[in-house]
């Protein structure tokens, strides 16, 4: 018997409805049309959770030119006292406290991140960031370390800081970068800049400030920043969203530099990105080893030569890539309505960036 016969006779046996799915199942490529049965045009409202359907290189490339390089460096001089010293907190307001230590060491402490630029209105130039890479200490106080906790007590080495400086590249020269207003606990700073040529073109970040509370587990992010000082865009998916006081996490790579980095979110299908975080840290392990007085980059040390200088101790940490903790956007508002008199007071106005579109 012939297909085409074959079909017919079997038509004969079914109703409307079933011959209908028999001429689905039958019919040449049925497969890869469900394949293509997602809908690009689905309009629901809510933060998308599947990868962009559409190229977006576009509207990625135009948002990275408002995500700048931060750098970072602070000067102290520590102060180390001896272990009969005996200096407690009380000790700290004496005149000659530091006639007292044993040593004076300088050193400096460097930190890299990434910041987005916010505004840029007449001479003033905003940007927004991490505190831990914007703001150091001005004190750092070691305590002892003995077996008994009693000794515990008394101070090992006093830090004071000096000088910081901080540095953001690929904007325009004028005044010092301040610090604007800065949350430690939360790890949020704005930095601000008087520029000097405020006719320069410096690219503001466009798009909307979102609603960090309205991610759900899954929902697709995209990351920008500088790890390792490279520019790069990255993605992944949220997890833990509903913790609507606290970080929210993602699986997308993150490594040093990446502080401050943004996260966006796609509502509805590209080009509508909003940001909804900045990248905060990722999860790591800490370990300790001997390090030499100066660091690889300041001198070359011959291995052949024995070594006879200061060593210190040095913070190495390996990271567990794939962890990564975000600071939603929506504790970034709060930050700045609280602190909105004091960076208002500073020539800056920052509402037309964080108003609910």
């Not at 199942?25 to 394949?35: E, K, N, T, W």
């Not at 987005?116 to 001005?138: E, M, Q, R, W």
């Not at 909804?276 to 040390?301: D, F, M, W």
């Amino acid at each position: 018997m012939k297909p085409d016969i074959l079909i017919s006779e079997i038509m004969k046996q079914f109703k409307p409805a079933g011959i209908l799915l028999i001429l689905a199942l039958l019919s040449p490529g049925c497969a890869r049309q469900v394949m293509q049965t997602a809908n690009p045009a689905l309009k629901d409202g809510r933060y998308d959770s599947e990868f962009p359907y559409r190229n977006c290189a576009n509207e990625l490339e135009e948002i990275t030119r408002s995500v700048k390089k931060v750098n970072s460096y602070a000067t102290y001089r520590t102060y180390v006292f001896g272990e009969n010293s005996e200096i407690t907190l009380r000790d700290l307001s004496g005149s000659d406290l530091f006639e007292k230590a044993k040593a004076r060491i300088e050193n400096n402490e460097s930190v890299s991140g990434t910041a987005l630029v916010i505004s840029y209105s007449g001479d003033k130039l905003a940007l927004l960031t991490c505190a831990h890479v914007a703001v150091f200490p001005d004190t750092i106080i070691h305590w002892s370390e003995h077996s008994d906790l009693q000794s515990n007590r008394f101070i090992h080495s006093i830090s004071l800081k000096t000088n910081q400086q901080l540095y953001i590249r690929d904007i325009p020269e004028g005044g010092r970068i301040q610090v604007l207003a800065s949350d430690s606990k939360n790890d949020i700073a704005i930095l601000g800049r008087t520029v000097n040529q405020p006719a320069l073109p410096v690219k503001v970040f466009s798009y909307p400030v979102g609603y960090s509370d309205q991610l759900e587990w899954g929902s697709f992010i995209y990351l920008v920043g500088y790890p390792l000082g490279q520019l790069m865009v990255t993605k992944g998916i949220v997890s833990k969203p509903a913790e609507k006081n606290g970080n929210f996490m993602t699986d997308a790579s993150f490594n040093e530099g990446f502080s401050g980095g943004i996260v966006m979110a796609v509502r509805d299908g590209v080009p509508n990105f909003e940001l909804v975080g900045i990248g905060r840290a990722v999860s790591a392990r800490t370990g300790y080893s001997l390090k030499p007085e100066k660091q690889i980059h300041e001198y070359a040390y011959n291995p052949a030569i024995p070594y006879n200088g200061n060593i210190f101790v040095h913070e190495e940490k390996e990271i567990n890539y794939g962890i990564t903790f975000v600071i939603p956007v929506n504790k970034v508002r709060q930050f700045y309505m609280d602190n909105r008199g004091r960076i208002l007071g500073q020539g800056y106005n920052l509402d037309p960036f964080f108003s609910e579109k």
